[in-house]
């Protein structure tokens, strides 16, 4: 008799965000059949199906609101037709406001909620505010998942109940053990949005540190956001064109091409103004797996997966000068380099594997529709 499979509803604001590598790995990675509903914290459109129907939810809302009864608005409405429809079984919300826009409509169909924190969704004090601290979505979730241990004790003090809290750090695509550095050039890259928390002027103002002692450096930070143009007029004005580039959104292959040949990557994470943190960024994952040293900062879920002096350096936040001091150690001893390297892809085979991530989901699942 042939198993049948579970039908999971996942839902995120975004379709195929480049930056969300970590919500396509669990799309296409967890076991049984995923409805992928996309377009805003109440979604729009159901991927493959287009935009969710609301010709017959617009009458069914008209009618019940002449007999004067409450109801849900139309795109509610669109969105309870569809999980009827495809008998959906548990949902998993992709970011706190996701699960606290959808909470009432998987209250109303008695489906399962998982709610899953990322980053912004779990710092930011006027997001946490403007969904009531996640009140109904902690009473009503079976499960919240947290990817680091500091976001796994904000949200137990936000309120949530501790046994619902699961840590659960993403892990890195398998390609990346594949990696084998050469440390053949005095390259350091760095990957991520060009936002406030990733603070990537402190990288680049840190290497120019680097660059006075050794002249012939290259840094490459991949990435766009709205510090991008911020950036590129630091890299002009302090006349490093040379040997810091900019190049914008890498791919996969074009990022692992970098990482090939680099000695380390870099990252200098803070907390920014509106207290919007990291979760664990997935490309320090991704250099860990590769076998790159990681200098970044002592930083939300960053100490998780870095040791400092095992398989990276870690600096405290804004200490530009602590930065450019590791990136030096890095550039005057190749063979310390290749160590650490090689500890932190061993840590991520123990410890942050693709596979562990996303069974810890699929347990979750499984455990939630079983009741």
């Known amino acids: ?6 039908r999971i509803a996942m839902v995120s604001p975004s379709l195929n965000a480049y930056s969300e590598s970590f919500i396509q790995a669990q799309k296409v990675g967890l076991q049984g059949k995923v409805f992928y509903y996309y ?10 199906y287009g935009r969710l129907p609301s010709k017959h939810a617009s009458w069914e809302v008209k009618i019940k609101r002449k007999l004067g009864f409450k109801t849900f608005n139309i795109e509610e409405t669109a969105f309870i037709h569809s999980l009827k429809k495809n008998k959906i079984q548990v949902v998993l919300a992709q970011y706190g406001p996701t699960a606290n826009r959808i909470v009432k409509i998987c209250k109303k169909l008695n489906i399962p909620l998982i709610t899953h924190f990322h980053g912004y969704d779990a710092s930011i004090g ?12 902690f009473e009503y979730s079976n499960y919240v998942i947290a990817v680091s241990r500091s ?3 904000s949200l137990i003090e936000l309120g949530c109940p501790s046994e619902k809290v699961i840590y659960n750090t993403y892990g890195p695509d398998n390609s990346f053990l594949n990696v ?10 760095g990957l991520g949005r060009f936002v406030e928390k990733k ?3 402190y990288t680049i103002l840190a290497f120019k540190k680097v660059i006075g002692q050794f002249p012939n450096a290259q840094l490459v930070i991949g990435g766009k956001g709205e510090l991008y143009e911020v950036c590129r007029n630091l890299v002009r004005y302090h006349k490093i064109e040379n040997n810091v580039l900019l190049p914008g959104v890498l791919t996969k292959e074009a990022f692992i091409a970098y990482l090939e040949k680099s000695l380390a990557f870099v990252q200098h994470s803070v907390t920014a103004l509106n207290g919007d943190q990291e979760g664990t960024p997935v490309s320090i994952l991704e250099a860990c797996a590769a076998g790159l040293p990681v200098i970044a900062t002592d930083h939300a879920g960053i100490p998780d997966v870095i040791i400092d002096g095992e398989t990276g350096f870690l600096v405290q936040e804004h200490d530009v000068d602590a930065m450019a ?9 190749t063979s310390l380099a290749k160590q650490m390297g090689a500890n932190g892809k061993e840590v991520i085979k123990r410890n942050f594997s693709l596979q562990k991530h996303l069974t810890i989901i699929d347990d979750l699942v499984e455990q939630s529709i079983k009741g």
């Open 1 to 6: 008799m042939e198993l049948q499979e579970n």
């Open 39 to 48: 377009g805003d914290f109440l979604p729009q459109y159901l991927e493959e």
């Open 126 to 137: 006027y997001v946490i505010e403007s969904c009531n601290k996640y009140k109904e979505v």
């Open 151 to 153: 976001m796994q004790k």
């Open 180 to 189: 084998d550095p050469q440390f053949t050039e005095n390259t350091f890259i």
């Open 199 to 201: 603070a990537p002027y």
């Open 325 to 333: 001091e590791k990136m030096k150690i890095i550039i005057e001893n």
